[in-house]
Structures are given as structure tokens and as C-alpha cells.
């Protein structure tokens, strides 16, 4: 049982759950837009991804961001995933990240790709 992000209740009144893939995509998605210092028992936690998205846009600013959050998936979520691709785009005010990665679990590939505008 996996508590559902954000916390909210369901519709008995008790704490929403949601299955593992759910989980893991709410995960990453924690991670990749939580910045350093923003978890107070955790200070280290997140990626710092939002600091970096208004770098100068260059070939060696994305390598950069891949960089990093390649290491920061692998940290912090690398016991539940193992990650295969990670692609970072960034046009305009709209960042797409897309992340594929193997379940250690199950061995089951999947892509989640995460669309926010910056």
C-alpha cells in the first residue's frame, strides 16, 4: 500500500493509496521538482532542477541538468528503478522531461514523460 501524493483522503474518509507505478511516477516527480533544502530531515533531497532551468539555454547547460538528475534519480530512487534513458527539454516557458527506467521489482520498462511550464 502506497500513499497516494499529494496527501489528500479518499472517499471514505481514509488516507488515499495508489498502486506501485503510480507511486513511482509521484515519486519522481517529487524529487525532480523539489530543491535542496526544502525537506527539513532531508536537506539534501531533490535535484535542484527548477534553479537550473533559468541557466543560459546551451549544449553544455543540458548536459549539465542530464548530469545531475541522472544522479539524483539514481540516488535516491535507484533501490525501486533502474534508469535507462533520461531526456530534458526546455522551449520557452515549458520544461519536458522524459525518464524511462526498468521496475527492479518486476523488470517492467516504463516512460513517464512530465510536462510543467517554468
Request: net charge negative; charged share 20%.
Amino acid at each position: 500500500m502506497n500513499i497516494a501524493f499529494p496527501l489528500h483522503f479518499d472517499s471514505h474518509g481514509r488516507t488515499a493509496t495508489t498502486d506501485d507505478d503510480t507511486h513511482i511516477r509521484e515519486m519522481i516527480e517529487q524529487l525532480l521538482f523539489t530543491n535542496p533544502g526544502e525537506r527539513v530531515n532531508r536537506p539534501d533531497f531533490g535535484s535542484g532542477l527548477l534553479q537550473m532551468v533559468f541557466s543560459p539555454n546551451s549544449p553544455e547547460m543540458a548536459a549539465a541538468v542530464q548530469f545531475s538528475l541522472r544522479g539524483a534519480l539514481q540516488r535516491w530512487l535507484g533501490d525501486l528503478i533502474e534508469l535507462q534513458d533520461l531526456q530534458v527539454t526546455s522551449q520557452e516557458s515549458t520544461l519536458t522531461i522524459g525518464v524511462q527506467y526498468a521496475r527492479r521489482q518486476t523488470g517492467e520498462t516504463r516512460i513517464v514523460q512530465i510536462t510543467r511550464a517554468v
